[in-house]
């Protein structure tokens, strides 16, 4: 690793879940017997949050079957251009919007906070959304901050990290940043400065509260960050927001993830078919790919 850069790293991570693990085997045990190593790897994770999640964060999945509940978080090619976009927002102090479907783990991209805390002083970041069952309920295993707890429990122990933790706030004492839960009610950051602020669910709210939480949370951050599905149409603050030229906006939509989209086509009109995942109809069908498709 004398001469590895990010980029170099990044592209030696495996990305199949079972070579993923075997890679994170051997790379615990470096880091835990080399003290030169794991230094040149700090500094590689203090770079870029992609290594943290490629390499050190795991993803926590209740609806799986118990083998694949806790499987290795490995970014897909849409959630790294997400995830590299909203380190950009919060370093510049932009707003930043994501569009999404439901399971595309748009919400599991707030364990950049975590990576933000650990390696830079002084930040403050609150998270938030509709309810306080949501945000933190201890031992509720599906909150945003269970999130943010699987980040932090299941990093090595060579890693070192030091927090403390109460309800609806982690503090990080190695670098003065801490995490604040709060709730999306009209008081929401009152009287609170912040390094960022996380906007959970917030298409989900009722459009009146939506739209006293848009004109409070412009005192409390420079970067809100909207993170949603959509669910009250076209003029609710969410999708207004998202919209703004002075938003940064992303999607995260099922049809933008390779798991879900092998033999994907779709219909627009009576007697065409468009492939929309030619490549899977093509490896499986090669005969009929031939003799049909233009």
């Not at 299941?154 to 890693?159: G, I, N, R």
């Not at 999306?184 to 959970?200: C, H, P, Y």
């Not at 993830?257 to 490549?279: A, C, M, R």
Request: aromatic share 12%.
């Amino acid at each position: 690793m004398d001469n590895l850069d990010v980029e170099n790293f990044v592209k030696e991570i495996p990305r199949t879940v079972e070579e993923n693990k075997n890679f994170r085997g051997r790379l615990n045990l470096l880091c835990e017997s080399n003290l030169g190593f794991r230094k040149k790897f700090l500094d590689l994770c203090s770079k870029s949050p992609q290594v943290m999640f490629d390499v050190l964060y795991w993803a926590f999945n209740p609806l799986e079957i118990v083998d694949k509940r806790l499987l290795p978080f490995i970014l897909r090619p849409k959630q790294i251009v997400v995830l590299n976009e909203l380190n950009w927002c919060i370093d510049n102090q932009h707003d930043f919007g994501i569009e999404k479907s439901r399971y595309e783990g748009a919400t599991e991209l707030v364990k950049t906070l975590v990576w933000k805390c650990i390696f830079n002083r002084d930040c403050t970041f609150i998270v938030g959304s509709l309810k306080k069952e949501d945000v933190d309920n201890r031992p509720d295993t599906t909150t945003i901050f269970a999130k943010i707890d699987n980040a932090l429990a299941l990093l090595p122990k060579w890693f070192n990290v030091e927090c403390e933790r109460k309800d609806m706030l982690i503090y990080f004492p190695q670098t003065n940043s801490t995490i604040i839960g709060e709730t999306t009610n009209e008081n929401f950051g009152a009287s609170k400065r912040a390094t960022a602020v996380w906007l959970d669910e917030f298409g989900r709210l009722p459009p009146k509260i939506a739209e006293s939480v848009e004109g409070t949370v412009r005192d409390v951050s420079s970067c809100i960050v909207y993170c949603s599905t959509h669910w009250f149409g076209t003029n609710h603050p969410f999708n207004l927001a998202i919209n703004k030229d002075t938003t940064k906006h992303c999607t995260l939509f099922w049809w933008e993830n390779p798991e879900k989209t092998k033999f994907l086509y779709s219909s627009p009109k009576e007697g065409f078919v468009e492939l929309l995942d030619i490549e899977s109809y093509r490896q499986t069908y090669p005969e009929l790919i031939e003799k049909y498709v233009n």
